[in-house]
């Protein structure tokens, strides 16, 4: 029942409840995972939902229902979002975890871990880590790990109809991609082209669509001397952007290209 210390818990810390919302939704209730019907706990959960999207500090209760009952009326919409906040408290039975102050719905920090904040701080330490000039190649490569483990997936995956999940959900994907290329590029200026190759790589496996990603490996496969691995990372850079975004390499993606062809 100790308070975590601000800003500095270890990872180990026994939070009384972890949510886990890179991928599917998880709630961890004392370190096992909560059992719940989703038909039957669709609101709660959606409110748990809407409140990590939103940041889950101090988020305005009219707002979160406003996205989760958009027809109803003010009173209304009041007292569906009261009942659902306490089926949630039940839900969850951390009643301190939910901060209802001045119609400000929160997740106490003390008594709640939420991986999209821990992954957060991994790309903050990677950013600063990245523009550090004296980080030596094992620390970027360390730090690249971190990232990559704190982003198992995208925020609530599946819940991909909901569209107030998508200015969320865009924000970390853009925020790892590009760490990871800082990272990376850091990585390939040291000469440790194939941690950065796996840096991108992996990356990719998450956001198939990022084409600097893609230019980046094309280069450092280039300058290991592997042009079939290139060759085929471009084509699969081009079919991507074709098929689902109906574009084609940028001009940069495309000298890249060139520089595989013999001299």
């Not at 939420?114 to 957060?120: I, Q, S, T």
């Not at 941690?195 to 669509?209: M, Q």
Request: charged share 30%.
């Amino acid at each position: 029942a100790l308070a975590p210390p601000p800003g500095a818990a270890p990872e180990g810390w026994p939070w009384p409840l972890r949510i886990h919302a890179l991928g599917a939704l998880r709630v961890l209730r004392d370190g096992a995972p909560l059992r719940f019907a989703a038909k039957a706990q669709k609101k709660p959960l959606e409110l748990l939902k809407a409140l990590v999207a939103l940041g889950g500090d101090g988020v305005d209760a009219a707002r979160l229902a406003a996205i989760l009952w958009p027809d109803a009326g003010g009173d209304a919409a009041k007292v569906s979002f009261d009942s659902t906040l306490y089926r949630l408290r039940k839900l969850i039975g951390h009643d301190a975890a939910l901060v209802l102050f001045e119609g400000k719905l929160a997740l106490d920090p003390r008594h709640c871990w939420v991986d999209v904040n821990a992954f957060e701080r991994a790309a903050r330490a990677a950013d600063a880590m990245a523009q550090d000039d004296a980080a030596t190649p094992e620390r970027i490569a360390a730090a690249a790990a971190r990232l990559r483990d704190a982003y198992p997936g995208h925020f609530l995956a599946g819940d991909e109809d909901q569209g107030w999940l998508a200015p969320m959900r865009d924000r970390l994907r853009a925020k790892l991609v590009r760490t990871a290329l800082a990272l990376g590029r850091r990585l390939q200026a040291a000469g440790r082209l194939r941690e950065a190759c796996g840096l991108y790589e992996r990356t990719l496996e998450l956001d198939n669509l990022a084409e600097d990603l893609y230019r980046q490996l094309i280069v450092c496969q280039r300058d290991l001397g592997e042009r079939a691995a290139a060759l085929r990372t471009y084509r699969r850079c081009r079919e991507l952007l074709s098929v689902v975004l109906g574009t084609r390499p940028a001009a940069e993606t495309e000298a890249v290209r060139r520089s595989l062809d013999p001299q």
